[in-house]
């Protein structure tokens, strides 16, 4: 079955600190990859993907993340976090059917 | 338009009441999803439109949801005799054809009383 996990429900880091997102995925064929970011009463919008190539992905906002077939992983990181990356964070999975499969989220919380 | 346009925002309704929620995709792209965000979770796929042919309608969860894009264009989401546990956002997104990333629009809360 297809799937995508994403083991943190709640992350707090200060502000200056570095930040990883987990995602595991669960996908039959080869997966397209997607990391979105959303803010309370807004929609989603997308920081990165992965469709093939080069396995670490860069994005907005000095997001990066690293494609991992063997491990079925797909987890975002950032070196040094500002307050307003503050939000719900989405990982999500897709292929030739094009919808997308999401993860539960994980909120982020910056201390000053 | 420079986004996904949708609206209403905001949509309360009575238990028992038909709803219609509008989306404007992004000019000139193909493809057009809806998606459910329950509260606390992860938006969940409910149909996907290429054009106006409806391609995939595998996650509406009842016969009471319909969606249509008669045009290729503006696409409607219709839940009839509306139950409670329809409370969510319901999300639009579109893009450019197979292959390319969805962008999505803010969404409409919808409320059933």
């Known amino acids: 079955a297809q799937s995508v996990t994403q083991p943190d429900i709640h992350i707090t880091v200060s502000e200056g600190a570095s930040l990883e997102l987990r995602c595991n995925y669960s996908?039959?064929?080869?997966?397209?990859l997607f990391w979105y970011v959303q803010s309370p009463g807004q929609g989603l919008q997308l920081l990165l993907k992965?469709?093939?190539?080069?396995?670490l992905v860069q994005g907005i906002k000095g997001f990066e993340a690293e494609f991992k077939r063997s491990q079925s992983s797909f987890n975002l990181r950032k070196p040094s976090v500002h307050w307003s990356d503050a939000a719900e964070y989405f990982c999500?999975?897709?292929?030739?059917?094009?919808?997308?499969?999401f993860g539960t989220g994980t909120r982020l919380q910056v201390f000053p | 338009g420079a986004g996904v346009s949708q609206s209403p925002r905001y949509k309360v309704a009575k238990r028992g009441q038909d709803v219609a929620l509008r989306c404007d995709p992004i000019?000139?792209?193909?493809?057009l999803f809806w998606y459910q965000q329950a509260l606390g979770q992860g938006p969940e796929f409910l149909t996907y439109?290429?054009?106006?042919?409806?391609?995939?309608k595998s996650g509406l969860p009842s016969d009471r949801f319909f969606a249509e894009r008669p045009e290729g264009s503006v696409s409607t989401l219709k839940i009839q005799r509306t139950q409670q546990e329809d409370s969510a956002v319901y999300l639009c997104?579109?893009?450019?054809?197979?292959?390319?990333?969805?962008?999505f629009g803010d969404g409409t809360r919808l409320s059933i009383l």
């Open positions: 997104a579109s893009s450019l054809g197979r292959d390319q990333p969805q962008h």
């Open positions: 996908y039959g064929a080869t997966p397209y």
């Open positions: 992965y469709f093939s190539g080069d396995t």
């Open positions: 999500a999975v897709g292929g030739e059917t094009d919808k997308l499969i």
């Open positions: 000019s000139g792209h193909v493809s």
């Open positions: 439109f290429q054009n106006e042919a409806q391609l995939d």
